[in-house]
């Protein structure tokens, strides 16, 4: 890809339609639209309600092997993808999440695809958007505050403050507020009590933006929150302290899902955004279902690997919403193969078919696993220069051994024009109507038996292991009605296991629950296993020493 433009130069060169053409394409009136400035807006409540009675387009997932620092553009070919059905006539509307401050400044940087494949305004989207976050982070916060003030003031709930669980969010990497003592200081201040943050991402109220179906369900939903227990272990709930109704104030406008477009001016909604390691890492259902209204093609992602977003996906997003997905898509690139493989990252540009091969595993892996939903698959081979053809046709070989097609996809240089191929196989999948879905459990399942259903047949752990008080509290809580709920395993990407640098396919290790978590509004439980913390930290050298403002004002480092 030499003398190509890089992704911010390529994203500041685009022409970019006023919003309001954007949306009146898909046939929503300009005053349906809540202008936030002139390329991106918020679709209205009233507008969505209208839609009701519309028959779905086909929804399309787009999921990818595990993560490696080689990178694997899963969002890049969600865009392409959807610049490429547009291309070949279909009616098609691209759905991602937003971006978080913790990763823009920490390992990652942007979100918004790359190349010739983005969505814009890229700014603006990995920074403060539309506030979403910030709402999310306020009503989060302002509940946190009620909590301390309920108990100051009398605390006619009862609540133990030893066992108040709702703790402070912050839409940022510290690992310094993972756990605090707050409160201290005299009478004046309240009750100490240990506490900590959670990055935003990881918010329950994150969960329940993002699944709620309305402002109505999203009030009952924060109502559900469970902020901690009384001394004889009943929960205590949002509702008691009187806190959902300003809640959902502080939410209204975070509700609209936000309208934006690509760089070939097709539409996309970028709404919501749990981590999919510690959270169930999909878009917003409301972004979701308007958009299956106003399109015949709907392509969604969901973060990181597919043992995480895509299980989450089926196994949360579909389960609850009700959604039918007609055609999943793994991406793959030849350098996180050969990394699977065992190759070094400073080595990617050599030739390697034997680190292919082994590391195809991984992709074979992810394969078996969509097809374990009922969902057909296809791979996109996500182009590189430094690949060779040799390599490419051993990921092609692998992918036919699973009964899979693998299509080489240029878009990250091309654009629409270098998707095609890809796009017209996925329309086909999609139109076929072979999608059976069903979710990899019953709703019946006890909750540990769930657990071990993912670690066992998406993860191929040999073992799952809890101590006694994980196992009694998920008992207890299927004895207080929780039983039905799905499970959010909060687990590292990079791995099929628990242990980071385990690449590949590896089977019969062991999965540690070491804690669970009851996200009653949101309506799963949060099972968090190994290292992984819901509040990261910042690596050694953090993005954010990289970016700043030039001469002439534009961002340099973001992305």
Known sequence: MTGMKSDIEIARAATKKPIIEVGARLGIPPEKLVPYG???????????????????GKLILVTAINPTPAGEGKTTTTVGLVDGL?????????????ASLGPCFGVKGGAAGGGYAQIIPMEDMNLHFTGDFHAITSAHNLLSALIDNHIYWGNEQAIDSRRVTW?????????????????LGGVANGYPRETGFDITVASEVMAILCLAEDLADLELRLGEIIIGYRRDKSPVRARDIRADGAMAVLLKDAMQPNL????????????GGPFANIAHGCNSVVATRTALKLADYVVTEAGFGADLGA????????????LQPAAAVIVATVRALKMNGGVKKDELGQENVAAVVAGAENLAR?????????????VAINHFGSDTEAEIEAVKRCAARQGAEAILCRHWAEGSAGITELATRVADLADAGTAHFSPLYPDKLPLFEKIERIARDIYRAGEVTADKQVREQLRLWEEQGYGGLPVCIAKTQYSFSTDPGLRGAPEG?????????????????????????????????????RIFLNE???IEGLF
């Open 38 to 56: 002139h390329d991106k807006a918020k679709v209205s409540a009233d507008f969505i309600r209208s839609l009701s009675s519309r028959p779905d």
């Open 86 to 98: 547009n291309r070949i006539g279909r009616n098609a509307i691209v759905c991602i999440r937003e």
């Open 167 to 183: 703790r402070r969010v912050m839409d940022m990497n510290d690992r310094a507020l993972r756990e605090v003592v707050c409160s």
């Open 260 to 271: 934006v477009q690509t760089l070939e001016n097709n539409p996309a909604f970028v709404h």
């Open 311 to 322: 299980e989450k996906f089926f196994d949360i997003k579909c389960r609850k919403a009700g």
């Open 366 to 378: 992810h394969i078996e696993n969509v097809r374990k939903f009922g969902v057909p698959v296809v």
């Open 509 to 545: 290790h062991v999965v540690n629950v070491r804690e669970v978590r009851l996200s009653a509004g949101a309506g799963f439980v949060v099972a968090i296993t190994g290292e992984i913390m819901t509040m990261p930290g910042l690596p050694q050298s953090p993005a954010a020493e």
């Open 552 to 554: 002439q004002g534009y």
